[in-house]
Each structure stands twice: as structure tokens, then as C-alpha cells.
């Protein structure tokens, strides 16, 4: 607790829901309760408005635990506000079909949070790490060198396909992009890629995509920016798609 916290304690009051909020101070107290300088006072403002974003935050999705990341494998898990944020895009693009079926290339946080937030729709992890057979027949072991190597029962069976390539190379994308085309169900289906900002070029010619305003984080700060790119227009939601100048 900082001194600025401890001094104001008795006027803190937490809400219903568990946000804090500072009730005023009566003018007959004024001579018990010590004067804070403007800047300890910004200092606390910030303090609340935090604890009340963390609050607000945890109540929406608990945290997923994640086995440790593999960097042999190059695997780096999204942050919690990635993963919740494109989770409830794809809860959201559900909602639009009478038979939502997902399908995570390569990207297990996405299948973890997917799972929390909208359980009963129907998801496939297609992941290399052996490690995520835990999720059963959710999991279909994926090597991106063998793009068709699937079973057949998942082609052209997936209405929304995210997918996340381990490497930024052009083969690797490319390779990833015959297994979207592969699972994807013909006529329109949602698109979402999650690669770096050097693949946008790339992303356009193969699969038709376009970038969002929403910038992709890591629990490990990496140094290549990252991007998210659909083949659908988000409107509002991911901060649009990015417009060119």
C-alpha cells in the first residue's frame, strides 16, 4: 500500500462489483485528514483507475493456465488481452452462423481462451507440441512442411480459421496458407492470420487479407511487430481494418 493509499484508507469504499471508488471528504473532517499534494493525488488517481481496470478485467474471463512456452519450437503465448480480445472476436463471428465450427492453427492460447469463454462451439487445435494431446480429440497433430497431412474428415469443414505460423519465413506462410485453403468451408468463411508486419505483402497476395488497427501482444516482449489480419471487414471491433494512405 503506498502512503498516499494509507492516508486516504477510510475514504475508500469498494462497490458491489469491486471497483474503488473515493468518496469526499466532509468539511468537518478537513483538519483530521492530512492534505495531499496535486501530484500525490494524480498519483492516486492513476492507483484506482488501475486496481478498477484489473477488477473490471478479471471479472470478464479468469486467467488460462498455459503449459510453459517452447522456444525450440518458437512458440510465444499471446498476452491475456490478445488472447481474450481475438477469443471474443471468434465468439462473436459465431454468433452469426447456424453451425460454428473453429478451427486454431498453431495457436493453443487462442484454443485456450476460445474454450472459457464459449465452450460449446466446436474447436480443433492443429498443433506440432504433443504436449496439447491433453485436449483430446480437440487435437490434431500439425506439421506445417506437410500442409495437407489432415484427416480428411476436417476438410473444407471449418466456417472461421485462425491461425498463427511459427516462423516468419514466406515458405512457412505459404505452406500455412494451404492448410487454411484446405480446412476452410467453401463460400465465405472468417479468416483471421496473426503473423508479423513483414508477411502483410504476402498475406494479400495468398489469401486476400487485410490488416486490423488491433495490434497483437506477447507475454514475451518480442522484437518483431505483429499483426492481425481478416479477410472480413471487423467495422468497429479490432480497431478496424487499417486504412491505406
Known sequence: MTSAEGSLGKELEHTPNGAVVVNDV???DEDDVPM????????????????????????DVEEVA????????SQFWYDRRTAETIAYEVATLCQTLP????????????????????PEVPAQLLEYDKRFEQYGTDFTLYDYNQPEDIPSSL???????????????KECLEKVAETIRYLSMPGESYLLLLT??????LAA??????????????????????RLFTSYDPGARLNGWEKEF
Do not use: M
Open 155 to 169: 476438410k473444407h469443414s471449418f466456417p472461421i480459421v485462425v491461425a498463427d505460423p511459427p516462423y516468419l519465413s
Open 26 to 28: 466532509k468539511e468537518d
Open 196 to 201: 508479423g508486419e513483414v508477411q502483410k505483402d
Open 66 to 73: 498455459l503449459v510453459a512456452e517452447d522456444w525450440r519450437l
Open 36 to 59: 495531499l499534494s496535486s501530484q500525490a493525488l494524480e498519483a492516486l488517481k492513476e492507483f484506482l483507475t488501475e486496481q478498477n481496470r484489473e477488477l473490471e478485467a478479471a471479472d
Open 205 to 226: 497476395k495468398l489469401l486476400g487479407l487485410h490488416p486490423c488497427g488491433f495490434r497483437p501482444q506477447h507475454s514475451s516482449k518480442l522484437g518483431n511487430e505483429f
Open 99 to 118: 453451425s460454428p465450427r473453429v478451427s486454431c492453427i498453431a495457436c493453443p492460447t487462442l484454443y485456450a481462451y476460445l474454450k472459457k469463454i464459449v
